[in-house]
């Protein structure tokens, strides 16, 4: 993973935002209201273009468009499974093709390092919509010996119209994530991208109908969670919602879906995830995974090793090395060569993490680097490391979602455990020992959906990927992540005489 990386072009220094509207039955439409929002630019601070501003009005209009495009005997029900794999594949390669387009828009909009963006993100979007397209002819029941005289088999069909709710953190891959296997079990999708990074999901817009995709199948409502996203998570012709971002926005869809039709809920949500190092771990292999674990994309990943566990024997020397490996940084514009660290993707989250610093020094933990912003145009902060830690600290509980490394200690397996688990949340973990009795010990231990051993941040698409505890429901990615969007029906045939 952290190999030399290979040689990338530059990013376009023209882009052309052509699709900043609503993407519904394959056309693009102003929004009901008439309404735009600003998108903006975290480096700099300058609006990028104005994109339609879709409400409740607008996510009507793409259900009604998804459930059309979803009726018994139309062209999506009765196309051959594997002819919806073959969508996804051409969907793939067209991605592929405008790879540097799609990289560029995602660094400038959401503030991403542009070689992350072209070599990482594209790369893990890419893989898992080839996954799910090789599944859609493969999603299949079973025949079962039951009692009586009955011919009895299951089948796996799709649930229907699915609202699905993109973060802003991983616009492009998080997009591809939930409709990749949305589509590969045939069902129908209305897509919220995040109010923050539309333009990576508008334009893939284009690209769905370029690939041949039928009306309907897919529709895209750019808007605010409160309106747009409310509309999508209580509206009683969207047959499942799937969610990726905080636990307290989670906390609201699952009571609306309750409230409403209890449609199906899938939820990615946040985390403060342990990282373990006990003494007799790959030091050099061990701050490197744990650094990135932690800085990897400025901090605004749910599974940030946010609460690193480091045993008391090499307390001082893994402080002295992370600190040393945080000091390396290059801040700036994230689409220069050079640059190692962009903007955080908004004020408010730069803010709260300006907050949550602060709340450190005051509680008591010790500032090794970092501690404040970062120069005085963009929403950059200081890569901050912090040592001497205690559990009942804001920085040891909260999801700060920012470049800030907690480095705690601990002496014993069992006192260790404990502590990782004493959180509400449960969606990773990582371990860097030598001793495999020790690692297959604690990682059967920890209350996580994740644990990582001698490693951080592998996320395969063959993978299921999700939470325990608030964490989420669910799981994405691998076999695991398409059984989520199908559901089982059993069929029995009366019958006048069963052989075995």
Not at 77 to 82: C, V
Not at 116 to 144: P, V
Not at 155 to 160: C, K, L, M, Y
């Given at each position: ?7 990338i ?120 919509l ?56 045939g ?65 609201l ?16 949500l ?6 373990i ?44 090395r ?8 290059v ?5 220069n ?91 990773a ?25 001698n490693?951080?941040?592998?996320v ?41």
């Amino acid at each position: 993973m952290f190999s030399a990386k290979p040689d990338i072009p530059a990013p376009l220094d023209n882009v052309k935002y052509q699709y900043t509207k609503i993407f519904i039955n394959n056309e693009w439409h102003d929004a009901v209201s008439g309404k735009t929002f600003p998108v903006f630019n975290p480096a700099t601070e300058e609006e990028i273009c104005q994109v339609a501003e879709g409400d409740k009005a607008d996510v009507d209009k793409a259900v009604k468009a998804a459930r059309q495009a979803f009726q018994t005997g139309s062209p999506w029900r009765t196309m051959d499974a594997s002819e919806r794999g073959r969508l996804l594949f051409k969907l793939a390669d067209l991605i592929e093709r405008d790879r540097l387009v799609l990289a560029t828009i995602e660094s400038i909009n959401g503030g991403k390092l542009f070689s992350n963006a072209y070599l990482m993100d594209l790369d893990m979007g890419i893989k898992a919509l080839r996954y799910s397209a090789g599944w859609a002819d493969k999603i299949h029941g079973s025949t079962i010996p039951s009692d009586g005289n009955l011919f009895t088999y299951t089948r796996r069909e799709p649930i229907g119209v699915c609202g699905q709710i993109i973060p802003w953190n991983g616009p492009l891959v998080m997009f591809l994530w939930k409709i990749g296997p949305a589509l590969s079990c045939g069902n129908t999708v209305v897509v919220k991208p995040a109010e923050q990074t539309p333009l990576t999901a508008l334009y893939m817009g284009s690209l769905i109908k370029e690939a041949g995709f039928p009306p309907g199948v897919v529709n895209i409502v750019p808007g605010y969670g409160p309106t747009a996203g409310a509309a999508i998570s209580s509206h009683m012709d969207i047959n499942k919602v799937a969610f990726t971002g905080s636990t307290e926005v989670g906390k609201l869809i699952k009571e609306a879906a309750g409230k409403s039709n209890l449609k199906r809920v899938t939820l990615e949500l946040g985390g403060k995830s342990p990282c373990i190092v006990f003494a007799d771990a790959d030091l050099d292999a061990a701050v490197e995974f744990a650094h990135q674990g932690v800085f990897f994309h400025q901090g605004q990943i749910c599974i940030a090793a946010s609460r690193l566990f480091v045993e008391e024997s090499i307390y001082d020397e893994f402080v002295r090395r992370s600190v040393e490996r945080a000091k390396k940084y290059v801040l700036g514009n994230p689409l220069n060569p050079g640059i190692t660290q962009g903007p955080q993707v908004d004020k408010e989250q730069h803010n709260k993490i300006l907050d949550l610093i602060e709340s450190g020094k005051k509680e008591g933990a010790k500032l090794e680097c970092g501690g404040g912003r970062w120069g005085n145009k963009g929403y950059f902060v200081q890569p901050t490391v912090f040592s001497n830690v205690t559990d009942e600290m804001r920085i040891a509980k909260e999801e700060i979602f920012g470049p800030v490394q907690q480095i705690m200690k601990f002496k014993t397996v069992d006192e260790v455990i404990k502590r990782a688990n004493n959180t509400s949340y449960g969606l990773a973990a990582g371990i860097f020992t030598k001793d495999l009795d020790k690692a297959l010990t604690v990682s059967s231990a920890l209350q996580a959906g994740v644990v990582w051993v001698n490693c951080y941040l592998m996320v395969p698409p063959q993978c299921p990927f999700g939470g325990f505890k608030m964490s989420g429901n669910g799981r994405e990615l691998g076999e695991y992540g398409l059984h989520e969007y199908t559901e089982v029906k059993t069929v029995a045939i009366k019958i006048s005489e069963k052989n075995s």
